[in-house]
């Protein structure tokens, strides 16, 4: 019996620090046992760790992911390509026609300045942002 291929996805922003991160954990925890998530980013900047408290927070745990570079996914083939920055957008290389590519732009709150509490309060809302986006689409494309 053939062994049904799980759909591949990666997720890219310019540091693959929060956006992006935040996406593959919502992509992972809402998408089920037939996906596979990554992400990676044009100039990786390591996983924030405002990122990681603001998801713990809802319960998903993203401490374990890695900040990995577009490079590593070269010559693999993706489902789907979601771009989370416009930096991303505009300088993502093209995968070989292999599959569908969105954009998803969201707010960088690693680029927020006030206090730890105002910029957390970013970190928070984008978290949020990106969860109903992933939810919204995992619901309209049968995930």
Not at 5 to 27: H, P
Not at 60 to 87: A, E
Request: overall charge negative.
């Amino acid at each position: 019996m053939k062994q049904e291929s799980k759909m591949r996805i990666l997720v890219l922003c310019t540091g693959n620090s929060c956006r992006s991160q935040m996406a593959e954990g919502f992509l992972s925890q809402y998408g089920g046992q037939g996906i596979e998530v990554f992400s990676a980013g044009l100039k990786p900047k390591g996983v924030n760790p405002l990122a990681i408290t603001a998801m713990d927070e809802i319960g998903i745990d993203i401490s374990k992911h890695t900040s990995d570079h577009l490079s590593k996914y070269n010559g693999q083939k993706f489902d789907y390509l979601i771009t989370v920055c416009d930096n991303a957008a505009e300088n993502c290389p093209v995968f070989a026609g292999e599959g569908t590519c969105m954009h998803w732009p969201f707010d960088d709150p690693a680029n927020e300045a006030g206090s730890e509490a105002e910029i957390m309060g970013v970190f928070r809302r984008v978290r949020d942002e990106i969860g109903e986006r992933v939810k919204k689409w995992v619901v309209e494309s049968s995930v």
